[in-house]
């Protein structure tokens, strides 16, 4: 298998998946694309992500101790079936990595699922491509001073993101037409609600 041949999904996909399982089958099954570029909150994210990838960073190192990093790294999996582009690879002096990822929102104690698990799809890609430890990630909402939050993954949690690759593949695969998400205010503001039935 090659990352070219090889059919994968972006942690983004992943995340629309938990969103509503209906997503994967309207641009995965039926191609029809979201068109979410003119949504704010996609266009605020980017420019974040653009003005990061060029401003230093340096007191990343000072503040979480890691020795070296990487801006914007495109990482593919034939073998996990992911690819995407993780904001920054971090390292640490006692050898192991972690991702990082900016987010254009408010901190709050609270870590969304998304948030998790796209931290956690990057921290496997990373691990199987760089062959080191990945036991944590760190998650830094732009919005809010750039308060750094860091994450710290279970056993458990890479086992429910294999899961959750493996539900997406049945849909793409078998092209069977997903239940709708359970919570309706999800369906007001969602570009599929008028083919959605």
């Not at 990482?75 to 904001?87: N, T, W, Y």
Request: hydrophobic share 35%.
């Amino acid at each position: 298998m090659d990352t070219e041949s090889t059919l994968m999904i972006t942690p983004s996909e992943v995340i629309e998946y938990l969103y509503c399982p209906r997503f994967i089958y309207f641009m995965n099954c039926l191609n029809i694309p979201q068109r979410e570029g003119l949504r704010y909150k996609v266009i605020k994210g980017r420019e974040i992500h653009e003005k990061r990838g060029k401003e230093n960073r340096e007191y990343l190192r000072k503040k979480i101790g890691c020795v070296s990093k990487a801006i914007s790294v495109y990482l593919a999996s034939p073998g996990l079936r992911v690819r995407g582009i993780v904001d920054e690879v971090l390292e640490f002096s006692d050898g192991s990595m972690a991702p990082l990822d900016y987010k254009y929102a408010e901190y709050t104690e609270y870590t969304f699922e998304t948030y998790k698990i796209q931290s956690i799809l990057y921290a496997m890609l990373i691990e199987e491509i760089y062959k080191k430890p990945v036991q944590k990630g760190f998650i830094c909402y732009a919005k809010d001073r750039s308060h750094l939050k860091e994450i710290t993954y279970s056993p458990a949690d890479f086992d429910k993101a294999k899961v959750l690759i493996s539900e997406i593949f049945d849909i793409i695969h078998l092209g069977f037409y997903p239940k709708k998400t359970q919570s309706r205010m999800r369906c007001i503001d969602c570009c599929y609600k008028n083919i959605c039935v």
